[in-house]
């Protein structure tokens, strides 16, 4: 069940909330408890796991929207403030992109490819200024997510954080892939 809803087995879990932790730790106040960082790094890995909605996820985890939306990107900055991003994606060199390019003619009989690249827009509360960048053409607030994987769907590359507005082709030219 665990690894089916999180994509991770139990010692990755624990890995990546020991990892995140110090980047990620928030404070109670008199106005809310704090969402301890095993709750947020699972709110986290369920979003881009699974594409759930907010409502379904917020009640998974008792959590409102906005504590919802923030701990996804809080995420996504930690993975890179971390160091997991560049300990663990990491640009092929001209060998693996080789390798990359057999994997995928295997696969699928299409010569050439090292990657499939698609994104995804992660749900935000929108900010007070420009919140207008933020508005994607599904109809609402978001940062985008640029994936790319190899054949057998391992991550390689990713680029984060740009507004939900951005069209696709402007947030691969401006990517590090781009």
Not at 43 to 67: N, Q, V
Request: hydrophobic share 40%; proline share 3%.
């Amino acid at each position: 069940m665990f690894k089916r809803c999180l994509r991770v087995i139990k010692e990755t879990f624990n890995y990546l909330c020991g990892k995140l932790a110090p980047f990620m730790q928030k404070k109670s106040t008199n106005f809310r408890k704090v969402v301890p960082i095993e709750d947020r790094v699972a709110i986290a890995l369920s979003r881009l796991a699974t594409r759930d909605g907010l409502l379904g996820l917020g009640d998974t985890y008792g959590c409102a929207k906005s504590t919802y939306c923030g701990t996804v990107l809080d995420f996504c900055k930690a993975i890179v403030k971390s160091g997991l991003r560049d300990m663990y994606i990491r640009w092929p060199s001209s060998s693996r992109l080789a390798i990359l390019a057999r994997e995928f003619e295997d696969a699928r009989g299409i010569p050439f490819v090292v990657g499939a690249i698609d994104g995804s827009h992660i749900p935000i509360i929108a900010p007070r200024d420009k919140h207008v960048d933020y508005f994607n053409q599904k109809g609402f607030h978001s940062i985008l997510l640029q994936l790319t994987l190899s054949a057998n769907c391992s991550i390689w590359n990713f680029d984060v954080g740009w507004a939900g507005s951005v069209h696709d082709s402007l947030n691969f030219t401006r990517s590090e892939l781009g």
